[in-house]
């Protein structure tokens, strides 16, 4: 398990470094708003003046949830595993996205409830789905440290291959309901206004999926303090796997993209976890889910993108993704007023 000295400081001599040389770039000082931020950010994750985030890794966990069974999502539950094989054959709008941006994808089965072909996808599973956690928690405090730990694995192997960056996604019906009772208790809020279409069910099981999730939040009694005994009783492996690689990325100081609601539920299980975490976190883009805003708040984080958008897999931050490139570029590529000949303006 990591402890917080596993997660190397930020560099803030790079920092400092990139934020004096953007002053000498042909622009009015902070004209590229944001995106300057992002290059000082990203010279602190890597330690490098000069960052690069190329090329990235896509990482889609994937897992099935024994409280779907409850009828909480618009989809049953073998839908996990069609879209796994979905994403082997390239068809989803993960695949077009990390295809867009010459990613490197992976599919981890961490816990799908089917046997899958093994080609194509990396089956490091711990069981076969959760257990409904609205009768029994969802899996064991060891299965628990085995998907962070399958995360971590994950992680490496692409930093290992080269990635300079990781997005992280999932496939997991009914995750967005084991989401939403993490998010309740790591947040201390009540769970109704979390509760949202997830799947795209109609508003008048929203209060159906809100008592499920009231009903398991009471029965498991987890303690917000142990975050791990948490994810045990109310998460889900591919949760588990994502706050895994949020904390292998960040022990190798590389940047993570971080996508929606689900993926932001797991990283504020990594930061409880460990919270340095968070210096190596980008948040990619605001999900139209409402316990996502709850979950950034939690975090501080303000995202890139504002979308709409609510599909998970890494699809939001593989389109927020060119910013970052865009933040690197403009530091290796543009001129500075001397080299440009450009009159520097006085700004006193």
Do not use: W
Not at 100 to 128: F, N, S, W
């Amino acid at each position: 398990m990591f402890t917080p000295d596993a997660i190397p400081p930020l560099d803030r001599d790079a920092g400092d470094r990139v934020r004096g040389y953007l002053d000498t770039l042909t622009k009015p000082p902070g004209s590229l708003g944001r995106l300057e931020q992002l290059a000082i950010a990203l010279a602190e994750m890597t330690g490098d003046a000069f960052p690069d985030v190329t090329p990235p890794a896509v990482l889609v966990f994937a897992a099935d949830h024994g409280v779907a069974h409850e009828g909480v999502s618009a989809f049953p539950q073998h839908v996990t595993a069609q879209m796994v094989a979905n994403f082997v054959a390239g068809g989803a709008a993960i695949n077009v996205f990390a295809r867009q941006i010459g990613a490197r994808l992976e599919v981890i089965d961490v816990g799908v409830a089917a046997e899958l072909p093994g080609e194509g996808v990396v089956v490091d599973k711990v069981r076969a789905g959760t257990a409904n956690f609205t009768r029994q928690d969802a899996m064991s405090r060891a299965e628990a440290r085995q998907a962070l730990d399958i995360g971590v694995r994950a992680a490496n192997r692409a930093i290992d291959a080269g990635c300079r960056c990781l997005i992280v996604g999932e496939m997991g019906i009914a995750n967005t309901t084991a989401s939403s009772a993490m998010l309740a208790v790591l947040a201390g809020e009540a769970v109704g206004p979390l509760v949202g279409a997830g799947t795209g069910i109609a508003e008048s099981r929203l209060a159906h999926k809100t008592a499920v999730i009231e009903r398991a939040i009471a029965a498991r009694q987890a303690d917000p303090d142990d975050p791990l005994e948490l994810l045990a009783k109310l998460g889900g492996l591919e949760i588990g796997a994502m706050a895994g690689a949020f904390l292998g990325s960040a022990a190798r100081r590389r940047p993570v993209l971080v996508d929606g609601f689900i993926a932001t539920v797991a990283a504020l299980l990594a930061c409880r976890l460990c919270p340095a975490t968070r210096d190596y976190l980008i948040f990619a883009h605001r999900s139209c889910e409402p316990g996502h805003e709850v979950a950034l708040s939690a975090l501080a984080a303000t995202p890139l993108l504002d979308l709409q958008m609510r599909l998970g897999e890494g699809s939001g931050a593989a389109l927020a993704f060119p910013l970052l490139q865009a933040a690197t570029r403009m530091l290796a590529e543009m001129a500075t007023f001397d080299a440009a000949g450009v009159a520097a303006g006085d700004t006193r």
